[in-house]
């Protein structure tokens, strides 16, 4: 199974950028993870689509949106009004499993990965 991520950029504070991440097959659970130089990998946002429900990190409630096309295997990452705070590198994240609400969060529960995509936002 591989992950396509794509998007990234350079952006200014305010500014907003999408993100893409296609599978090349079906996944139950998709989503995104981000991970700032000296800082662990968190949670950004999670799709699960057999349980019908998005979950996301505290840090972006409110300003991210994550949607999915099940036809194309692809997940969505609308990041609006960033900050220098969501500057990283944002990996695709997907597994076959029926994830519960509890292991979201944790990287090890997802066995698939793409090859992370930078986001700069400058101040």
């Known amino acids: 199974v591989q992950l396509q991520a794509s998007g990234g950029g350079l952006v200014q504070t305010g500014d907003s950028l999408r993100l893409s991440c296609a599978a090349s097959?079906?996944?139950?659970?998709m989503g995104w993870f981000r991970q700032a130089p000296g800082k662990e990998r968190e949670l950004v946002a999670v799709?699960?689509?057999?349980?019908?429900?998005?979950n996301y990190g505290d840090s972006v409630k409110g300003r991210f949106l994550i949607s999915r096309d099940n036809d194309k295997n692809t997940v969505y990452l609308q990041m609006n009004n960033l900050i220098p705070e969501d500057t990283g590198v944002y990996y695709c994240?997907?597994?076959?499993?029926?994830?519960?609400?509890?292991?979201?969060?944790?990287?090890?529960?997802?066995?698939?990965w793409g090859q992370g995509t930078l986001v700069t936002v400058s101040s």
């Open positions: 994240a997907g597994t076959d499993r029926n994830l519960i609400l509890s292991s979201i969060g944790g990287p090890s529960h997802y066995k698939y």
């Open positions: 799709y699960r689509r057999s349980r019908r429900v998005t």
């Open positions: 097959t079906s996944l139950d659970v």
